[in-house]
Protein backbone atom coordinates (compact mmCIF):
# COMPACT_ATOMS: atom_id res chain seq x y z
CA UNK A 1 0.00 0.00 0.00
CA UNK A 2 1.47 3.20 -1.15
CA UNK A 3 0.83 6.54 1.14
CA UNK A 4 -1.57 7.74 -1.78
CA UNK A 5 -3.55 5.07 -1.52
CA UNK A 6 -6.83 5.26 0.96
CA UNK A 7 -6.75 3.44 4.23
CA UNK A 8 -10.18 2.12 5.34
CA UNK A 9 -11.22 4.18 8.83
CA UNK A 10 -11.24 1.55 10.97
CA UNK A 11 -8.28 -0.22 10.04
CA UNK A 12 -6.24 2.94 10.05
CA UNK A 13 -7.77 3.58 14.04
CA UNK A 14 -6.45 0.47 14.35
CA UNK A 15 -2.91 1.26 13.88
CA UNK A 16 -3.14 3.63 15.84
CA UNK A 17 -3.43 6.75 13.30
CA UNK A 18 -5.22 9.76 14.68
CA UNK A 19 -7.63 12.29 12.68
CA UNK A 20 -6.28 15.87 12.91
CA UNK A 21 -8.58 16.72 16.09
CA UNK A 22 -6.97 14.19 17.81
CA UNK A 23 -3.34 14.95 16.27
CA UNK A 24 -4.22 18.76 17.08
CA UNK A 25 -4.71 17.97 20.67
CA UNK A 26 -1.58 15.74 21.37
CA UNK A 27 0.45 17.99 19.31
CA UNK A 28 -0.67 21.08 20.38
CA UNK A 29 -0.89 22.06 16.89
CA UNK A 30 -4.16 23.65 15.95
CA UNK A 31 -6.05 22.02 12.98
CA UNK A 32 -5.85 24.86 11.06
CA UNK A 33 -2.10 24.98 11.86
CA UNK A 34 -1.35 21.60 10.85
CA UNK A 35 -3.58 22.01 7.21
CA UNK A 36 -0.79 25.21 6.67
CA UNK A 37 1.75 23.38 7.53
CA UNK A 38 0.85 20.69 4.72
CA UNK A 39 0.43 23.18 2.31
CA UNK A 40 3.71 24.99 2.54
CA UNK A 41 5.29 21.44 2.50
CA UNK A 42 6.49 21.77 6.42
CA UNK A 43 5.29 18.31 7.05
CA UNK A 44 4.18 15.53 4.66
CA UNK A 45 0.63 15.35 2.97
CA UNK A 46 -1.11 13.22 5.42
CA UNK A 47 -2.56 9.87 4.61
CA UNK A 48 -6.20 10.11 4.18
CA UNK A 49 -9.17 7.39 4.32
CA UNK A 50 -11.34 7.25 1.39
CA UNK A 51 -13.56 9.72 2.62
CA UNK A 52 -10.52 12.28 2.73
CA UNK A 53 -9.94 12.52 5.88
CA UNK A 54 -6.72 12.97 7.13
CA UNK A 55 -4.44 10.65 9.16
CA UNK A 56 -1.57 11.47 11.17
CA UNK A 57 0.61 8.51 12.90
CA UNK A 58 2.68 8.83 16.50
CA UNK A 59 5.65 9.81 13.92
CA UNK A 60 3.59 12.64 12.44
CA UNK A 61 2.68 13.79 16.00
CA UNK A 62 6.13 13.96 17.44
CA UNK A 63 7.01 16.58 14.13
CA UNK A 64 4.06 18.37 14.78
CA UNK A 65 5.04 18.78 18.07
CA UNK A 66 8.56 19.67 17.16
CA UNK A 67 7.50 22.57 15.26
CA UNK A 68 5.30 23.42 17.70
CA UNK A 69 8.21 23.72 20.49
CA UNK A 70 10.38 25.49 17.94
CA UNK A 71 7.58 27.96 17.17
CA UNK A 72 7.22 28.21 21.31
CA UNK A 73 10.98 29.25 21.26
CA UNK A 74 10.67 31.89 18.66
CA UNK A 75 12.22 29.86 15.33
CA UNK A 76 10.86 31.12 12.11
CA UNK A 77 9.06 28.33 9.95
CA UNK A 78 11.76 28.53 7.83
CA UNK A 79 14.49 27.86 11.07
CA UNK A 80 12.24 24.84 11.90
CA UNK A 81 12.11 23.57 8.53
CA UNK A 82 15.94 23.12 8.35
CA UNK A 83 15.97 22.39 12.15
CA UNK A 84 13.46 19.56 10.89
CA UNK A 85 16.07 18.11 8.68
CA UNK A 86 18.53 18.30 10.73
CA UNK A 87 16.58 16.41 13.39
CA UNK A 88 15.82 13.82 10.60
CA UNK A 89 19.50 13.34 9.59
CA UNK A 90 20.96 11.02 12.29
CA UNK A 91 24.36 11.92 10.46
CA UNK A 92 24.18 15.49 11.32
CA UNK A 93 26.83 17.63 12.74
CA UNK A 94 25.45 18.99 15.88
CA UNK A 95 27.78 21.99 15.01
CA UNK A 96 24.79 22.88 12.07
CA UNK A 97 22.33 22.63 15.15
CA UNK A 98 24.16 25.09 17.63
CA UNK A 99 25.24 27.72 14.62
CA UNK A 100 21.76 27.72 13.83
CA UNK A 101 20.70 28.38 17.47
CA UNK A 102 23.13 30.66 17.87
CA UNK A 103 21.92 32.95 15.34
CA UNK A 104 18.55 32.52 16.70
CA UNK A 105 20.16 33.69 20.30
CA UNK A 106 21.59 36.82 18.45
CA UNK A 107 18.14 37.62 16.79
CA UNK A 108 16.24 37.31 20.15
CA UNK A 109 19.13 39.66 21.68
CA UNK A 110 18.16 42.38 19.09
CA UNK A 111 14.46 42.12 19.46
CA UNK A 112 14.98 42.25 23.33
CA UNK A 113 17.13 45.57 22.65
CA UNK A 114 14.43 46.87 20.55
CA UNK A 115 11.81 45.98 22.78
CA UNK A 116 13.88 48.12 25.54
CA UNK A 117 14.23 50.92 23.87
CA UNK A 118 10.41 50.69 23.04
CA UNK A 119 9.60 50.50 26.49
CA UNK A 120 12.36 53.38 27.83
CA UNK A 121 10.60 55.61 25.35
CA UNK A 122 6.87 54.42 26.32
CA UNK A 123 7.65 55.56 30.23
CA UNK A 124 9.39 58.74 29.10
CA UNK A 125 6.02 59.43 27.02
CA UNK A 126 4.06 58.49 30.07
CA UNK A 127 5.94 60.00 32.39
CA UNK A 128 5.55 63.19 30.78
CA UNK A 129 1.61 63.03 30.24
CA UNK A 130 -0.21 64.96 32.62
CA UNK A 131 -3.06 62.15 32.24
CA UNK A 132 -5.75 64.74 33.45
CA UNK A 133 -8.60 66.75 31.58
CA UNK A 134 -6.12 69.00 29.61
CA UNK A 135 -6.16 68.27 25.49
CA UNK A 136 -2.30 68.02 25.05
CA UNK A 137 -0.39 64.88 25.32
CA UNK A 138 2.92 63.77 24.37
CA UNK A 139 2.37 60.66 23.57
CA UNK A 140 0.23 61.70 20.83
CA UNK A 141 2.35 64.28 19.85
CA UNK A 142 5.03 61.67 19.60
CA UNK A 143 2.87 59.19 17.52
CA UNK A 144 2.21 61.84 15.02
CA UNK A 145 5.76 63.14 14.14
CA UNK A 146 6.05 62.12 10.63
Not at 4 to 24: F, V
Not at 34 to 56: D, N, P, V
Request: some cysteine.
Amino acid sequence: MTPDTPLDHGAARQQGMLNIGEAAKASGVSAKMIRHYESIGLIGAARRTGAGYRLYSAQDVQVLHFIHRGRELGFTLEQIGTLLALWQDKGRASKDVRALARRHIDELDEKIAQMQAMKRTLERLAKACHGDDRPDCPILDDLSLG
